[in-house]
């Protein structure tokens, strides 16, 4: 392959790197477990395993299995073939989806402004920004968006999504 | 024999008007999720399940599970048209059905697509149906320490057959089995690994994890890649069907191979992914025209397709039958017999008849519904990814964090969702199997009860394991699986030691 590291493709993150964010996220990840578990007896009571038994042992088996996957990260040489998890590009597509998501939840649960108003801030936003739509068409899909739920959970299942003070003003509970 | 008595009454519950739209409704739905990227069969079923809260379980599995069938032949059609998996199980069949496709044969891989899955299919249902009765009697002789021993070597068989890396799934099922006792212990009613929080004293749901984990995660991988769906357009006309019909049987050596294939993959919790590689691989080592494949060879439609249902199809039977679901969509629908109040395992064969044999004689049914349906449809769902993903994805966004939080209501469950979203991404990045993940988190407690429940009966001795030849067996099959990767690589070194030696001298 011809060397050609223009900055859209530049490469953000290797894949060894990446294998060992993994690695070490689940090595972390057990020894959360295996730190909650130590708050009960993990040891043999008189009638078997205590309560903490089996998720001291599920948290070592993660912690293993980490420090296996973390040494197999370091010392394959498979990594040679694909050695590029994430290129700049890629990252900057995942962070654009992300971002606005982390705003729907925020607007949602943070600003307590419910979930109905912020899908329609989270679509409206997503085909402005990312779409390129005009207002007209975009309002039209996002609040078109909001009233297929609302008659799909409220009305039809009775299952009543989280609602806000915005609904509140509209009468909807 | 009593089997068929069995299944007429499964008929009389299956065919009835209530019954047959939730098929047709399901099989829709299905195929939608199936078509939509970053959707898939387990995430559906995960979608569907808070809403069959208030209904009869019966009802409730023929919807869930006509939603399957009808996601597993979405996913093949985005294969071949688009040659985009809608599944990770229908990659196989990008191979040969969308050069078909290119070639203007679409029509023809799309027939061979879904028949030949619908064979798969109906020869799994067939499996089920002689199997179900002798495995749920053979079942009837276990108590917790056999439970504990088939649970055993159904993760055994991850680390041994999974294909990916034996550490990378210790983590996944180790993961899986923590995240299963967070909460409420039922034998002690001590509060475990809630680190002070208290919306962690209700559990960490299956239901949001694979929502975070299939759904988000998924996308957030999908949407790595610059997505253009530029593909073939198909319209299919019933005369290319029937020539397409009469070609079939001539492929029965590849239909029955694959299908059997498919069963044992089922059973056995390789799953439907698995299967359909395998017969892939299996089609081109035996085919007459080695050549063709990749290039369009029909056969490489086939194998992957009937292989693809027949796994997911059988994989329904050790779920009913000892409660251990053979695939991550049989996980959460076990799941979701669990929240319906349902114990699967040999018990429901004759506490719950008409439920298990509706829903055998369903999958009768809803195969043949689905595969009319698929071919009447496919223009439609074809036209629905023609709507540009700027739309779309936020969509399945939104759907995704919807039912998180239907699942209990609770705002927390949209944040974990998230997350397991990110661990999604980054599992799937680097090759961590997820299914192990979910198969635990539904299994935990009752692998857990089970462990303890030995060693109650037992007084605390792991001897408990091998104390009858059924369960010393199982056992020893385990741990036989469990250490297969080194055994297997020991034998490599030492055969390539063997060979290498000659060839050098060769040289």
Redesign the interface.
Known sequence: MEQQETSASRTLVTRRALELVAALFAFAFGTTIILGALEYHVGWGDRGPEPGYFPFWMGLIVVVGSIGALFEALLSRRHADAPVAINADQARRIVTFLLPMVGFLALALVFKLGLYVAMVAYVLTVMLWQGRYRLPAALAVSLGTAAAFYFMFELWLHVPLMKGPIEAWFGLH | MDNIGDLLHGFQVALTGYHLTLMVVGVLFGILVGVLPGLGAPNGVTLLI??TFTMDPVSAIILLASMYWGALFGGSTTSILFNIPGEPSSVATTFDGHPMAKQGRATEALSYAFLSAAFGALFGVVVITLLAGPAASFAHKFSSPEYFAVYFLAFACFVGLGGA???????S???G??LA?VGM?T??G?L????GLPDLIKGVSFLVAVIGLFG?GE??AT????LEFRGVRARVSPRDVLKTIAALPSYWVVLVRSSLVGCWMGITPGGPTAASFMSYGLARRFAPRTGEFGKGAPEGVIAPEAADHSAGTSAMLPMLALGIPGSATAAVMMGGLMIWGLHPGPMLFVDQKSFVWGLIASMYVANVVAVVLVLFTVPLFAAILRI?F??I???I??VC??SA??VS?S?FD??LA?MFGL?GY??K??N?PIAPMVLAMVIGDKA?DA??QS??IHG?SLGAFWSNWLCGTIMTLGFVLLLWPLLSSLMRRISKAVVARPLRAGD
């Not at chain 2, 475990?192 to 680190?195: D, G, I, Q, V």
């Not at chain 2, 949407?223 to 610059?226: F, G, L, N, S, T």
């Open positions: 808070p809403l890396s034996p550490f990378k799934t210790l983590v099922a180790g993961m089995f923590s006792s212990d034998i002690s001590s475990r690994l809630t680190y988000i996308l957030i949407m790595e890649e610059r540009p700027a739309i994805a936020p969509m966004v939104v964090f919807v939080w239907t209501s705002p949209l944040w998230f661990i980054l599992f990045k680097c961590y857990e462990f303890r060693m109650i605390g």
